[in-house]
């Protein structure tokens, strides 16, 4: 039997173990966590960016949840654990399939931010899952002890910085599903290259897409994000009554802090701090919640 750390992800999911002394990463993608806990939509934190959705949502019986088949006799509405399951199920899986052991018990990782309802909603999914929870664990405490892990920070002021996915587009969603995909890969290359990017989409026989797209393109388009980042970074400082000087580390957490105008701003903000990026930023929860599992492990 083997204990296993779950990063429960809102686009990117992931789960990983401690082999040979060194967390690892076992990866899968999906998407649930925006939704779980909720009980209406227009309370939801992210209700204006509705229009963004790829995918169907409702309020029924008090909770805010998935409408699958829409409008069909096959019309189903599915709660956030429900999805949540399904997503635990397949980690799970992967990790037996990888250590050809039977995993039971697990540490699972939830936003700091979580309320109540939201923490039960994840609780139950586990449940649903068919695992055991060891240990709920905050992200920014699970990236923190994976750089702790590997890198011996000590009694140290740690900021973390976590910056994870985009929300998705509504209208047509398969189509411009395939439009965010590309996209997505622009914003990739652009955080490793100064090249610029050509984003290609065939609509139809008579439609495409095809933009070019410059690394000072991106920042202009994505000027009013990393913006809103930095208010929050600025409320977090205030809430701990700590200055950007007392801050010894900041622990980059989540893909899009790949791209570098992001850590830009972040050593513009906190010049005399040392930037912790070198575990893969979609891993490091993942991986300090499996260093939790595998601690508790007896």
């Known amino acids: 039997m083997v204990y296993i750390g779950i990063d429960l992800g809102t686009t990117y999911s992931c789960v990983a173990i401690v082999e040979n002394s060194r967390p690892v990463a076992i990866h ?20 204006e960016d509705r ?23 096959n019309e189903r509405f599915i709660r956030p654990e429900e ?8 980690m799970k899986a992967r990790a037996e399939k990888y250590t050809s052991q039977k995993v039971i018990e697990a540490v699972v990782t939830v936003p700091a931010m979580f309320n109540s309802d939201q923490i039960m909603a ?11 929870l060891r240990y709920l664990l905050q992200e920014p405490t699970a990236a923190a002890i994976a750089y702790n892990e590997k890198k011996k920070l000590g009694n ?3 900021l973390v910085f976590d910056l994870g996915g985009d929300y998705d587009i509504y209208k047509k969603p398969k189509l411009l599903k395939r439009l965010r995909i590309e996209c997505r890969k622009a914003k990739e290359s652009l955080s490793f ?14 439609l495409e897409i095809n933009v070019k797209l410059t690394k000072e393109k991106l920042h202009e388009l994505c000027s009013d994000l990393f913006e809103k980042a930095m ?21 980059l957490v989540g893909g899009s802090t790949r791209i570098p105008q992001i850590e830009q701003n972040i050593r513009n903000k906190f010049p005399n701090s040392k930037i912790q990026f070198d575990i ?3 891993e490091a929860i993942a991986h300090g919640a499996a260093i939790i599992a595998d601690a508790l492990e007896v």
């Open 280 to 282: 893969n930023p979609d």
């Open 83 to 90: 999805v949540s399951a399904e997503i635990l199920k397949s």
């Open 122 to 132: 994840t609780k139950k999914a586990i449940e649903l899952a068919g695992l055991k």
């Open 156 to 158: 140290s002021k740690l």
């Open 193 to 206: 290259s100064n090249n610029p990017v050509n984003v290609h989409l065939d609509i139809n026989d008579n």
């Open 231 to 251: 208010i929050f970074v600025d409320r977090a400082l205030n809430m701990a009554q700590l200055s950007p000087e007392k801050i010894d580390h900041v622990i």
């Open 51 to 73: 229009q963004l959705w790829t995918f169907n949502a409702a309020t029924r019986n008090n909770c805010a949840g998935y409408i699958l088949n829409r409008g069909t006799l």
């Open 28 to 47: 899968n993608a999906d998407d649930s966590k925006r939704l779980i806990g909720w009980h209406v939509l227009h309370d939801l934190p992210i209700a």
